[in-house]
């Protein structure tokens, strides 16, 4: 009874919308596909330019949606496969090590985004041609890292 009391003068106070922003978040599930989207794509290219893995992780975990972190794995191989050098390679390689090891993105996480990177080659590699060599490479070193299963490398596509 007192917490909906509580609400109800949350609720009828001037600007009361903002106040329970504050009070109890909006954040997580609330958030707009389209907005989480950008927010992970904002995420990646601040973390290509900084190389802060600990910022890139607290960004993520303060999105508070692990059930969208495929997205970012998604994200990230995009820009691996688009990227022409070495170093976005190796960083997001770096970065999913990261956010492996400390339980941040889940198994079935990894495996929702690269199923869906595996599902959407076709089309990515119309604009990026070299995508299907980049992309078993990069999988290869996933791999290798212990951030992917043997069964999910196994079914990524080759030319």
Known sequence: RAALDRAT???SMT???KR???VWGSGGGQQSVKHLVKEIDMLLKEYLLSGDVLEAEHCLQELEVPHFHHELVYEAVVMV???TGEKTFKMILDLLKSLWKSSVITMDQMKR??????REIPDINLDVPHSYAVLERFVEECFQAGI???PLRDLCPSR
Do not use: A, F, Q, T
């Open 15 to 17: 600007k009361g919308g």
């Open 81 to 83: 496969l688009e990227s």
């Open 113 to 118: 985004g690269y199923e869906r990177v595996y």
């Open 148 to 150: 992917i299963s043997k």
């Open 9 to 11: 003068v949350l609720l």
């Open 20 to 22: 329970i922003d504050n």
